[in-house]
């Protein structure tokens, strides 16, 4: 849902540029039946991501201008068990930096509606905060982003539109390549980071006592710096209930 313009900058568009990257990530496999694939078009930029999870089919098609930076997402999804299509614009200020995304569906008459939108604020050239607004022009949400010296995501924190915390996202990193850089059908600190997180951990304050998922992940690489492989361990706990989960995810490029 983000993005922006300077070569270092990590939501920049710009970034999509192939010389920064000539790496292209192909698929991702994790755990046997969950299958991300990427395609790309001439000029080496993303132009579908479809992600298959047993039965369920998810996919996304990207659009760009002339300047290779991205116009449009169109989105396909059965992930809530009924397929539904929608669509993601972008809007970008004087620098090429994102400033708004807007997101239609379509309603059960076929016609396109809107629905919630973001507005996009930096610091340092750095996405600091984005503002979601509802259909009726009522701020409904924010979220917040701190960074470290190499423009990895430290912590992402999102509040209701009262200002009360509902959950954060802590992250450590290794310092080899991320290759999920090139994504931009989802911005998050996986796609926003220079590096590929080592450790996270997910507090939601939306419940009393908090729920507290803490995961570990430890990567092999190849000769470049490029993840091949990827073992991560999460700890969770929920209502007070621990458990574990554990997910081996392999690169292809």
Known sequence: MLLSSCNDNPIENNESNPESNPVLLKKV???GDNITEYFYDKNLLVKKEVKFEGEIFDSVELTYDGNGILIR???FSKASGVPMNYYVTFEYD???FLAKSNFFAKRTDG????GIYHIYEYKDNLLAKYITFNTSDEMSSYALFKYDNNQNVTLYSHY?????????QEYKYDDKINPLRKDLSFISAFTISRNNIINLTSTYHTVDP???YKSSLTYSYNNLGYPLECVSITYSKENGTTS???VTSFYEY
């Open 111 to 114: 016609k396109l509606a809107i």
């Open 160 to 168: 209701d539109k009262n200002g009360k915390l509902q959950y954060r």
């Open 73 to 75: 997402k169109d989105i």
């Open 94 to 96: 004087e620098n090429n």
């Open 210 to 212: 908090p729920n507290i």
């Open 244 to 246: 574990q989960n554990s």
């Open 29 to 31: 496999t994790s755990s």
